[in-house]
């Protein structure tokens, strides 16, 4: 019995952290800034290790104001160091965040016998005590601190997100705009470090650094490859984040391991999954994209290749299926696929092992022609020289639609493109 | 404490020899390979690898159930460097930006390592006190075959950054022109990024992978502020970078509970700071005081200025009252006197009697200010085609910044395009600035 209501608080609070971090990470990830992210979470160590040093307690109040300035020491210095003494912004992030965890480290070992942390700790945090660090009231338990700590934290973040959503939004897209409709962008900006400050060290003491860097910076990336829709990258990122923390926690348990690095490996995970499968931004789907695209690209080549035949001859003429695979200037294999596709859709026939243009391939082909050549004749106009125009042309047929092909005929005009070679009319009906 | 210095000066234990030289060997290499990565903007590349190293450390052990050097750090330069693709390859397939690109794989590898680090640690299968060294650091555990290890690393890696210094330069500084000498810039970028990832590998034991990027940004950033030169910058990193070391394990072995780690990127950032504020010409302190030279240069020779101008619209040979002087500078009377001090004391002005007058060498140096300030109103006039009441504004900042030869090239133009005679530009009896009433014809 104790042993599934501990497994509950601990995911609990795996869940309320990495949500809250998700949260703020999206506008991090979106705001270019989540490398101060990570820095801030780094560099709030020395500030709870004073806290505790000064308290001597884990009282929370003292450690948030520890971190808290600390979060804005780091600001204000990445920012004096990168303006004022002209450093580069990433070695001036570099610089802080180091020293400062440095700092923390240094402070944490030399007092260990007075603070009641320890340098694993900090990384990894002790997540797997959550449910006997109990909140009491009176004797009573009201359940485990670290729970409401991060309830509470997660709730002020919802609050003050919701509330100040639309400024939010429009200074992480648009800070142009933001300044001209009076939106403060330097209060918004602390508003939102104060926030990643608070989180920081609500998430310490239970899920450790890493967690938190890993959490405010991962699930909204991940979640930024599925939506272009602020509302809907925030939600999927709070969704990966509870995710990874359930799934971490059982990971963690089977394989026995530590419980927030197991959370961050799940969470890496399932950005690795949509690196591959996201519709848009996805890699299988770039790849797809790609092929599709150099399959209609073997296509036209060879379609051209037949009615540039056509031309020379003055006739309907055929080509052996080797030259014509020949023509389209890639690879064996995909050109032999964008043959076969050329004939499923009815664009080329074969007769006595010859290939030539059917009726609708010849129109598809003449069209192309004229794409290529109209572009070839206006290239020349705005001065490239009749020799070098056809490559550029090669490369842009594909791409014309029809409304630019209609642009490109009133200013070319139906005449002879630089080589000489008709340009075959328009209007033929596709 | 004191049995633990007098251990560390005499040297007479082997083991603090193996120490001191294995941390001078990481302070040095970082801070010459560290100036590369700061200048060529990779210097949170580095701190990405050092994290992604970890996995590949508990994979070695995992694998080969040893501990030795070269196993785990064979590993940790596999896995360090494929966090490093992964990192390019997310970069340039997505829309993701580098900022978080690095973020991801530091902490994503990182999280992978602690769970193998904490799955060793429980499993029984070994006891990772080898292992967990390499979170924080430990100069202290270093034998001689580390050193040797550490020492072919670093031989390498200063081998092949002489053999390849011009191309780095120019990787860093112009890639153009190292494209145009037949060198493919990527391959180059590739071959900074392996030794980036050499010189990590080189310090992981000693200073732990959650801080050895400090060895490579700190040092260097700390020279940046001395000199203009990569050579030299190279030399004083090392410098910084050795010195580091050396001080972080001397202090660390007083008190042995405290990593070397964290002591060394505190003594590197104590160099950082020494640098920034007193470095001689990109020290914060040596720009604000010339900040501050400028500043009463101008307001000096705003003041010169004005006793022409007063004696253009009065008549010659006067001394000028300072109430007088006051009202043409708009400053109060206190700070007019403040000023002429400093000028009398430079023999630009004489004074006496609440007055103050030009001597012949504060006439010449005003009556140089005088013409660039008019040079630079007409030019901005007729070339810049400001307004004539927009004009004076502009030249009261820049007539402390032009030299003899802009002088004469503006001479030259104003005289050839719109017949401006040079010797009529101030004369002392003329009406001043043509520029202080009106808007353009």
Redesign the interface.
């Known amino acids: 019995m104790i042993e599934i209501s501990g497994s509950f608080w601990i995911v609990l609070t795996g869940v309320l952290a990495t949500t809250s971090c998700g949260l703020l990470g999206t506008f991090l990830v979106l705001r270019k800034m989540s490398l101060l992210g990570d820095a801030l979470s780094h560099a709030v160590l020395p500030g709870i290790a004073i806290a505790f040093l000064v308290s001597g307690s884990r009282a929370i109040l003292p450690m948030f104001i520890g971190a808290a300035l600390f979060g804005l020491v780091t600001t204000l210095l990445v920012e004096v160091f990168h303006k004022k003494w002209q450093v580069q912004e990433d070695a001036s992030i570099g610089v802080v965040f180091t020293a400062l965890f440095a700092m923390g480290v240094v402070l944490i070992t030399a007092y260990a016998g007075q603070v009641d942390l320890d340098q694993e700790c900090v990384l990894y945090g002790e997540i797997a005590y959550t449910p006997w660090d109990l909140l009491l009231w009176g004797g009573d338990s009201l359940g485990p601190r670290p729970v409401w700590i991060l309830g509470g934290v997660l709730v002020l973040n919802l609050s003050l997100v919701t509330l100040f959503y639309k400024e939010l939004k429009i200074a992480s897209f648009d800070p142009a705009m933001a300044a001209s409709v009076g939106i403060n962008a330097t209060l918004i900006h602390y508003l939102l470090m104060g926030m990643v400050s608070l989180t920081t060290v609500a998430s310490f003491e239970s899920v450790g650094a890493i967690l938190v860097v890993a959490m405010l910076i991962v699930p909204g990336a991940t979640a930024y490859l599925w939506s272009d829709r602020l509302a809907v990258v925030i939600a999927l990122a709070m969704l990966f984040g509870a995710v990874s923390a359930m799934a971490g926690y059982f990971l963690a348990s089977y394989w026995d391991s530590s419980i927030a690095g197991a959370m961050v490996v799940v969470v890496g995970g399932i950005f690795l999954i949509s690196l591959l499968f996201s519709p848009n931004q996805g890699v299988l789907a770039r790849l797809w994209q790609r092929l599709q695209l150099s399959l209609q690209v073997a296509q036209d080549h060879m379609l051209l290749a037949l009615v540039r035949r056509d031309e020379e001859v003055e006739e309907h003429a055929k080509l052996r299926p080797d030259e014509l695979v020949g023509s389209a200037a890639v690879w064996g294999v995909w050109a032999r696929m964008a043959f076969a596709k050329l004939r499923r859709r009815s664009l080329v026939q074969q007769a006595d092992g010859l290939i030539g243009l059917s009726a609708a391939g010849e129109q598809e082909a003449l069209r192309l022609l004229r794409k290529h050549r109209l572009w070839e004749t206006y290239m020349n106009r705005l001065g490239l020289p009749e020799d070098h125009v056809h490559d550029p042309a090669d490369a842009i047929e594909h791409f014309i639609s029809a409304e630019l092909e209609a642009e490109l005929g009133a200013e070319v005009g139906d005449g002879r493109d630089p080589q000489g070679k008709q340009i075959p009319p328009s209007g033929i009906e596709g | 404490m004191l049995e633990n210095a007098l251990r560390f000066m005499t040297m007479a234990d082997a083991n603090v020899r193996f120490v001191l030289f294995g941390s001078l060997l990481i302070g040095a290499t970082g801070g010459l390979l560290g100036s590369f990565a700061?200048l060529r903007?990779r210097?949170?590349v580095g701190?990405a690898l050092a994290h992604a190293a970890l996995p590949g450390v508990a994979l070695a052990y995992l694998w080969t159930g040893s501990k030795a050097l070269p196993v785990l750090l064979a590993g940790a330069t596999v896995s360090g460097v494929l966090g490093v693709l992964l990192m390019q390859f997310?970069i340039n397939?997505?829309?993701?930006?580098a900022?978080?690109?690095?973020?991801?794989v530091?902490?994503?590898?990182?999280?992978?390592?602690?769970?193998?680090?904490?799955?060793i640690q429980?499993?029984g299968s070994g006891n990772q006190s080898g292992l967990?060294k390499f979170?924080?650091g430990q100069a202290a555990s270093l034998v001689e075959d580390d050193l040797k290890v550490m020492s072919v690393l670093a031989g390498l890696i200063i081998l092949v950054l002489i053999l390849f210094f011009k191309e780095f330069k120019a990787l860093i500084f112009d890639p153009g022109f190292l494209q145009t000498l037949g060198y493919s810039t990527r391959w180059i970028d590739v071959l900074l990024m392996g030794l980036i990832a050499l010189t990590v590998m080189v310090g992981l034991q000693a200073v732990g992978v959650?801080?050895i990027?400090?060895m490579l940004?700190?040092p260097?950033?700390a020279a940046?502020f001395w000199t203009e030169q990569l050579n030299k910058m190279v030399m004083l990193a090392a410098a910084f970078g050795g010195t580091s070391g050396i001080v972080g394990t001397f202090i660390s072995s007083l008190?042995p509970?405290?990593?070397t780690?964290?002591?060394m990127?505190?003594v590197a950032?104590f160099f950082?700071i020494v640098s920034?504020l007193f470095a001689p010409r990109?020290g914060?302190l040596a720009r604000g005081l010339r900040r501050r030279g400028n500043a009463r240069r101008e307001t000096q020779q705003h003041f010169l200025r004005a006793c022409i101008e007063l004696q253009e619209k009065i008549g010659e040979g006067r001394a000028w009252p300072v109430e007088e002087l006051a009202i043409e500078l708009g400053h109060s009377p206190d700070k007019v006197k403040r000023i002429g001090q400093q000028l009398a004391k430079a023999g630009l002005v004489a004074r006496g009697d609440g007055r103050f007058a030009l001597t012949e060498a504060g006439l010449q140096e005003g009556l140089f200010v005088v013409k660039s300030h008019r040079l630079w109103e007409h030019y901005l006039y007729y070339r810049a085609i400001l307004d004539a009441d927009h004009v004076d504004r502009p030249a009261d900042e820049v007539e402390h910044l032009l030299t003899p030869e802009i002088i004469i090239r503006l001479e030259d133009i104003l005289a050839r395009e719109r017949g401006i005679d040079p010797a009529q530009i101030v004369t002392l009896h003329g009406t001043g600035s043509q520029y202080r009433r009106g808007g353009r014809e």
């Not at chain 2, 397939?93 to 930006?97: A, G, L, V, Y």
């Open positions: 700061v903007r210097s949170l701190d997310v397939f997505t829309r993701i930006k900022d978080a690109a690095i973020g991801i530091l902490s994503v590898f990182f999280g992978i390592g602690i769970v193998l680090l904490t799955h429980r499993s967990d979170l924080f959650v801080l990027a400090a940004i700190t260097a950033v940046r008190a509970k405290i990593p780690g964290p002591v990127v505190l950032t950082f920034a990109r914060v």
